[in-house]
C-alpha cells in the first residue's frame, strides 16, 4: 500500500536546520513526492496515512565502516575465527538490527574467506533486493603484508608483485573495493612504500575499483594517501600535513572513533587486563585523545569524513551508528557535519548517488526519531519506526 506521511519534521543532513510540517508520499517503496503538509494532496481511500507529528524523518544512514559477518563486543577477535554457518547467522543478526536503527548501507571492509573468497560477498549477493536488510557493498579480504596478520583472516602478500597479485585475485572474486592493511609489525615503519600502494591502486583502477587502507599510525597513512588511496581507515594518527594533503586530494577518511569509547565502557563491564587493568585504561586514554586529535585536524583542514562503526571487525554492534555519530560530535564535528558524515558524504563514499539521500524519485530509505539530531545526536537512538 501508498503510503503519505504527514507532519514530519526533516533532517536530511543537507542544511544544519530542521524542516517542519513536512509530507513525503511513498509510492511502491518510492518518494513520490515531497513538501509542506499544506501543499500536499488529498489522499485516496488507497493511500495509508501515517502522522508523523513529533517525529523527524533521517535518511538511512550509511555505515561505512562495517564487518557484516562479524558479532562484535569484547571478544571480537576470538569470534572471527568461528563457523561459517555461525558468522552467516550473525550477519542475518546483523542485518536485521542494523535496518531497525535505520542503517541501510553496509560498507563492508574485511572479512574472512570462506571457501575460497570473503564470506561478506556470500552475503552480499544473497541479501540483493531485500527490503529488510541493509545494502552491502563489500571490500572482499584484507590484503596484508605476509606475518601481520593471522594467516587463516587475510590474504598475504611478501613484496610488491604479491600485492599486484593479491589485487588482481580479489577483483576478480567480484569485490566492491580493495581493502589493504597499512599497519605493520614495526609501528614506526609502513609495510609498504607510496609506489608500493600506487601500483596497488593503478591495478584496482583497471578493475573500476577503489582502494582503502586500514591505517591506525601516522606512516601506514602517509604510505597510502601518497600512494593515492580513495580513503583511509580509522585515521587514529594523522598531522596538520598529512590531513590538509588528504583534502587536497580529496582522500576520505572514516575514524572509528565510537571502538575506542566502547573499551573504555568494558573496563567496567569485562575483567579482561586490556580493558579493565591499569594499564590497558591508560594506553585507551592516549590513542583515544590522539585519535580525536586527529579528527579534529581532519576537519579543520577539510577532510571528508564518513561515519563508520566497525562493528563486528571491531568491538561495537550493528545498531550502534549513533555512538559514532555522537562520538563524532566530541571529536569537534558540528551535529550537522556528523549526521552529514552518516548519510549522505557516506554514500558519496561509496559512489551511491541515492544513499544517505532524500531524493524525490529515489528509494524511501530514511528512518524516524524523536528528537533533532541536528542539535542533539542522541535523538539517533530514538527510533520510532522505519520505512
Given at each position: 500500500?501508498?503510503?503519505?506521511?504527514?507532519?514530519?519534521?526533516?533532517?536530511?543532513?543537507?542544511?544544519?536546520?530542521?524542516?517542519?510540517d513536512?509530507?513525503i508520499?511513498?509510492?511502491?517503496?518510492?518518494i513520490?513526492?515531497?513538501?509542506?503538509?499544506?501543499?500536499?494532496?488529498?489522499?485516496?481511500?488507497?493511500?495509508?496515512?501515517?502522522d508523523?507529528?513529533?517525529?523527524t524523518?533521517?535518511?538511512?544512514?550509511?555505515?561505512?565502516?562495517?564487518h557484516?559477518?562479524?558479532?562484535?563486543?569484547?571478544?571480537?577477535?576470538a569470534?572471527?575465527?568461528?563457523?561459517?554457518?555461525?558468522?552467516?547467522?550473525?550477519?542475518?543478526?546483523?542485518?536485521?538490527?542494523?535496518?531497525?536503527?535505520?542503517?541501510?548501507?553496509?560498507?563492508d571492509?574485511?572479512?574472512?574467506?570462506?571457501?575460497?573468497?570473503?564470506?561478506?560477498?556470500?552475503?552480499?549477493d544473497?541479501?540483493?533486493?531485500?527490503?529488510?536488510?541493509?545494502?552491502?557493498?563489500?571490500?572482499?579480504?584484507?590484503?596484508?603484508?605476509?606475518?601481520?596478520l593471522?594467516?587463516?583472516?587475510?590474504?598475504?602478500?611478501?613484496?610488491?608483485?604479491?600485492?599486484?597479485?593479491?589485487?588482481?585475485?580479489?577483483?576478480?572474486h567480484?569485490?566492491?573495493?580493495?581493502?589493504?592493511?597499512?599497519?605493520?609489525?614495526?609501528?614506526?615503519?609502513?609495510p609498504?612504500?607510496?609506489?608500493?600502494?600506487?601500483?596497488?591502486?593503478?591495478?584496482?583502477?583497471?578493475?573500476?575499483?577503489?582502494v582503502?587502507?586500514?591505517?591506525?599510525?601516522?606512516?601506514g597513512?602517509?604510505?597510502?594517501?601518497r600512494?593515492?588511496?580513495?580513503?583511509?581507515?580509522h585515521?587514529?594518527?594523522?598531522?596538520?600535513?598529512?590531513?590538509?594533503?588528504?583534502?587536497e586530494?580529496?582522500?576520505?577518511?572514516?575514524?572509528?572513533l565510537?571502538v575506542?569509547?566502547?573499551?573504555?565502557?568494558?573496563?567496567?563491564?569485562?575483567?579482561?587486563?586490556r580493558?579493565?587493568?591499569?594499564?590497558?585504561k591508560?594506553?585507551?586514554?592516549?590513542?583515544?585523545?590522539?585519535?580525536?586529535?586527529?579528527?579534529?585536524l581532519?576537519a579543520?583542514?577539510?577532510?571528508?569524513?564518513?561515519?563508520?562503526?566497525?562493528?563486528?571487525?571491531?568491538?561495537?554492534?550493528a545498531n550502534?551508528?549513533?555512538?559514532?555519530?555522537?562520538?563524532?560530535?566530541?571529536?569537534g564535528l558540528?551535529?550537522?557535519?556528523?549526521?552529514?558524515?552518516?548519510?549522505?558524504?557516506?554514500?558519496?563514499?561509496?559512489?551511491?548517488?541515492?544513499?544517505?539521500?532524500?531524493?524525490?524519485?529515489g528509494?524511501a530509505?530514511?528512518?524516524?526519531?524523536?528528537?533533532n539530531?541536528?542539535?542533539?545526536?542522541?535523538?539517533?537512538w530514538?527510533?520510532?519506526?522505519?520505512?
Open positions: 500500500m501508498d503510503i503519505l506521511y504527514r507532519h514530519a519534521a526533516i533532517a536530511d543532513g543537507q542544511r544544519d536546520h530542521l524542516l517542519l513536512q509530507s508520499l511513498v509510492v511502491d517503496e518510492t513520490e513526492w515531497m513538501g509542506h503538509d499544506d501543499e500536499a494532496e488529498e489522499p485516496g481511500s488507497d493511500v495509508r496515512v501515517v508523523a507529528g513529533g517525529a524523518v533521517v535518511p538511512g544512514m550509511v555505515d561505512a565502516h562495517s557484516s559477518v562479524l558479532p562484535g563486543g569484547s571478544h571480537w577477535i569470534r572471527i575465527d568461528d563457523s561459517t554457518e555461525e558468522l552467516l547467522r550473525v550477519a542475518e543478526e546483523n542485518g536485521e538490527i542494523a535496518h531497525r536503527a535505520g542503517t541501510r548501507w553496509f560498507r571492509v574485511g572479512s574472512p574467506p570462506r571457501d575460497g573468497k570473503a564470506l561478506a560477498l556470500r552475503v552480499r544473497e541479501w540483493a533486493g531485500r527490503r529488510d536488510r541493509p545494502y552491502i557493498r563489500a571490500a572482499g579480504t584484507w590484503i596484508s603484508k605476509a606475518g601481520v593471522p594467516s587463516t583472516i587475510d590474504v598475504e602478500a611478501a613484496d610488491a608483485d604479491e600485492l599486484v597479485a593479491a589485487v588482481e585475485e580479489q577483483a576478480s567480484g569485490t566492491d573495493l580493495i581493502k589493504l592493511y597499512l599497519d605493520g609489525p614495526d609501528r614506526e615503519v609502513s609498504w612504500t607510496a609506489d608500493e600502494v600506487a601500483r596497488a591502486v593503478t591495478a584496482a583502477d583497471a578493475h573500476g575499483l577503489k582503502t587502507a586500514h591505517a591506525t599510525v601516522l606512516p597513512a602517509q604510505a597510502a594517501v600512494g593515492g588511496v580513495d580513503c583511509i581507515e585515521g587514529s594518527h594523522l598531522d596538520a600535513e598529512l590531513a590538509a594533503e588528504m583534502a586530494r580529496g582522500t576520505f577518511v572514516v575514524p572509528t565510537g575506542l569509547d566502547s573499551w573504555e565502557s568494558f573496563g567496567a563491564t569485562t575483567n579482561i587486563e580493558f579493565a587493568g591499569h594499564d590497558g591508560v594506553a585507551i586514554a592516549a590513542r583515544k585523545e590522539l585519535a580525536y586529535e586527529s579528527m579534529r581532519a579543520d583542514a577539510g577532510v571528508r569524513i564518513a561515519a563508520g562503526t566497525d562493528f563486528g571487525g571491531g568491538s561495537l554492534r550502534q551508528m549513533a555512538w559514532e555519530v555522537e562520538c563524532l560530535v566530541d571529536a558540528t551535529p550537522f557535519q556528523a549526521l552529514a558524515a552518516a548519510t549522505w558524504v557516506g554514500g558519496d563514499l561509496l559512489r551511491e548517488p541515492n544513499a544517505g539521500r532524500l531524493v524525490v524519485g528509494p530509505e530514511f528512518f524516524m526519531v524523536h528528537g539530531p541536528l542539535e542533539d545526536p542522541s535523538a539517533l530514538r527510533v520510532w519506526k522505519t520505512a
